[in-house]
């Protein structure tokens, strides 16, 4: 058996969050890796506002970070949201918080992050990142991929393990699914997001800023992250055929005063208009596919596994914790490539499965069941019983955002729990009515008790 990080070529398709914190992880290992990614180096480059989703950093992804030692350096350029603030129609709002005190999730700017970590990968010297290189095709059971730089030329290059860091439009994966068994389900869902900003006033934050702001309107909303910069960015998330019906800037004056009108003075009229016609609403895809390997040659992470929409906040979470998942099992298996592809996918598929359904469901609470009393209630005794029994009775939210708990045995424990308390709620409803009936038999005149009986 000879040293494999002595002769192992890796290579990583992609040099976004995903693509970057995996080189690190695999250099620090002492494998040589290249790093190829089809944008050019966004440091350099002009940051094309309006298409991504302000990006929600929370327990999973800052142990990722920390594992590499960037852990620090990223919360620190992070604003802390410590609840969701609920804006009602009416105007007023409710705080709704996310766990305990020290319990919070952090607003990251998405082109920040990148940019530390692709400097965070540069530090190593046995990675080299191409940047302006398309991957034009994959031929797996060689390992070789053909790459397209800025010279047009098709270049072959051959490594022992190709990685697949791609997004939800994945090539690595495209080549995969020509493979025998190897499964694949993609959804668009119908609603599409767009961005807007609510900017500073008078040097300070326009609304309370270590909130996640949210403007829930049953068949769509509008949410508010804070920026290190004072501001909000703003993203409407809402079907497509509503989008459609907004062609003027008084259609768009008009939609918002009717269902957002507290967001007006905040926007500004003119940026408003201006912003909701800089681009088309954006689609929102999730993808489910497995194996997340072929062979010994290959292997996904990050959206080209598993590609969710954006509801939990755990997109980058997730994704970064493959590379953690990832890590970890070479460390148990001694870097023993044969023995971790299968591994990795035996346990992670479960897990990215079930955090694409946990966000399709958190979309219908974030935009609907939040204006309901009857959720508040069930939020307010799921706090009391975390309270009162930690280790028994954990929250959703904080076993996803909060912990390492898989994500699939959160949401089974999740179901038990909801059978609990529907249970309990029952039983204590059942004993109400059972004493209301018997103290209104026991003062009843006895005349009437066989009518009420009767009725």
Same mark, same amino acid.
């Not at 142990?63 to 009416?90: C, N, T, W, Y």
């Not at 495209?174 to 190897?182: A, D, G, I, S, Y």
């Not at 970890?328 to 870097?335: R, S, T, V």
């Not at 708990?405 to 204590?428: D, S």
């Given at each position: 058996?000879?040293?494999?990080?002595?002769?192992?070529?890796?290579?990583?398709?992609?040099?976004?969050?995903?693509?970057?914190?995996?080189?690190?992880?695999?250099?620090?290992?002492?494998?040589?890796?290249?790093?190829?990614?089809?944008? /050019?180096? @966004?440091?350099?480059?002009?940051?094309?506002?309006?298409?991504?989703?302000?990006?929600?950093?929370?327990?999973?992804?800052?142990?990722?970070?920390?594992? @590499?030692?960037?852990?620090?350096?990223?919360?620190?350029?992070?604003?802390?949201?410590?609840?969701?603030?609920? $804006?009602?129609?009416?105007?007023?709002?409710?705080?709704?918080?996310?766990?305990?005190?020290?319990?919070?999730?952090?607003?990251?700017?998405?082109?920040?992050?990148?940019?530390?970590?692709?400097?965070?990968?540069?530090?190593?010297?046995?990675?080299?990142?191409?940047?302006?290189?398309?991957?034009?095709?994959?031929?797996?059971?060689?390992?070789? @991929?053909?790459?397209?730089?800025?010279?047009?030329?098709?270049?072959?290059?051959?490594?022992?393990?190709?990685?697949?860091?791609?997004?939800?439009?994945?090539?690595?994966?495209?080549?995969?699914?020509?493979?025998?068994?190897?499964?694949?389900?993609?959804?668009?869902?119908?609603?599409?997001?767009?961005?807007?900003?609510?900017?500073?006033?008078?040097?300070?934050?326009?609304?309370?800023?270590?909130?996640?702001?949210?403007?829930?309107?049953?068949?769509?909303?509008?949410?508010?992250?804070?920026?290190?910069?004072?501001?909000?960015?703003?993203?409407?998330?809402?079907?497509?055929? /509503?989008?459609?019906?907004?062609?003027?800037?008084?259609?768009?004056?008009?939609?918002?005063?009717?269902?957002?009108?507290?967001?007006?003075?905040?926007?500004?009229?003119?940026?408003?208009?201006?912003?909701?016609?800089?681009?088309?609403?954006?689609?929102?895809?999730?993808?489910?596919?497995?194996?997340?390997?072929?062979?010994? $040659?290959?292997?996904?992470?990050?959206?080209?596994?598993?590609?969710?929409?954006?509801?939990?906040?755990?997109?980058?979470?997730?994704?970064?914790?493959?590379?953690?998942?990832?890590?970890?099992?070479?460390?148990?298996?001694?870097?023993? @490539?044969?023995?971790?592809?299968?591994?990795?996918?035996?346990?992670?598929?479960?897990?990215?499965?079930?955090?694409?359904?946990?966000?399709?469901?958190?979309?219908?609470?974030?935009?609907?069941?939040?204006?309901?009393?009857?959720?508040?209630?069930?939020?307010?005794?799921?706090?009391?019983?975390?309270?009162?029994?930690?280790?028994?009775?954990?929250?959703?939210?904080?076993?996803?955002?909060?912990?390492?708990?898989?994500?699939?045995?959160?949401?089974?424990?999740?179901?038990?729990?909801?059978?609990?308390?529907?249970?309990?709620?029952?039983?204590?409803?059942?004993?109400?009515?059972?004493?209301?009936?018997?103290?209104?038999?026991?003062?009843?005149?006895?005349?009437?008790?066989?009518?009420?009986?009767?009725?």
């Amino acid at each position: 058996v000879y040293d494999k990080r002595e002769y192992c070529n890796w290579v990583e398709v992609a040099g976004g969050g995903v693509g970057s914190l995996n080189a690190c992880f695999l250099a620090k290992r002492n494998f040589q890796v290249d790093v190829y990614e089809a944008r /050019e180096d @966004i440091r350099v480059a002009n940051f094309a506002r309006g298409r991504s989703i302000n990006l929600a950093l929370s327990y999973r992804g800052r142990q990722a970070l920390k594992a @590499i030692g960037l852990e620090d350096q990223i919360i620190s350029q992070g604003v802390p949201m410590r609840a969701r603030m609920i $804006h009602f129609l009416s105007g007023r709002k409710s705080a709704i918080p996310y766990g305990t005190k020290s319990q919070y999730i952090l607003s990251i700017s998405r082109e920040n992050l990148n940019k530390d970590l692709l400097n965070a990968v540069e530090k190593h010297p046995n990675v080299k990142v191409h940047f302006g290189h398309r991957l034009e095709k994959c031929s797996l059971e060689e390992g070789m @991929i053909t790459v397209l730089g800025s010279d047009k030329v098709p270049k072959d290059i051959t490594y022992d393990l190709i990685v697949g860091c791609d997004g939800a439009y994945s090539t690595v994966r495209n080549h995969l699914m020509k493979k025998p068994c190897f499964d694949y389900s993609q959804q668009y869902i119908p609603h599409g997001y767009m961005e807007l900003t609510i900017p500073s006033k008078n040097g300070d934050y326009a609304m309370e800023p270590n909130y996640l702001h949210i403007w829930p309107r049953n068949t769509f909303m509008m949410i508010a992250l804070p920026n290190m910069n004072k501001s909000f960015t703003c993203t409407l998330f809402m079907p497509f055929e /509503e989008f459609e019906k907004l062609l003027t800037g008084n259609d768009v004056l008009g939609f918002f005063q009717k269902y957002f009108p507290d967001s007006i003075p905040l926007i500004g009229e003119k940026a408003l208009v201006q912003d909701f016609f800089l681009l088309p609403a954006q689609p929102m895809i999730s993808i489910k596919c497995s194996s997340f390997h072929f062979k010994t $040659h290959c292997v996904l992470m990050g959206d080209a596994a598993h590609a969710i929409v954006p509801f939990f906040g755990q997109g980058m979470n997730a994704g970064f914790e493959d590379c953690l998942v990832f890590d970890e099992l070479m460390g148990k298996f001694n870097d023993d @490539i044969s023995t971790c592809l299968p591994e990795f996918s035996r346990f992670r598929i479960p897990d990215d499965h079930a955090i694409s359904d946990l966000s399709m469901y958190n979309y219908i609470e974030m935009r609907a069941h939040v204006n309901s009393r009857w959720f508040i209630f069930q939020k307010n005794i799921e706090r009391f019983l975390h309270a009162i029994m930690p280790s028994t009775f954990i929250p959703l939210y904080t076993m996803v955002t909060f912990s390492r708990i898989r994500y699939h045995e959160a949401m089974l424990r999740w179901h038990w729990q909801k059978k609990v308390i529907n249970r309990g709620l029952f039983i204590f409803a059942s004993l109400i009515a059972i004493g209301s009936s018997y103290l209104l038999l026991h003062y009843m005149p006895l005349e009437r008790i066989p009518y009420f009986i009767s009725q």
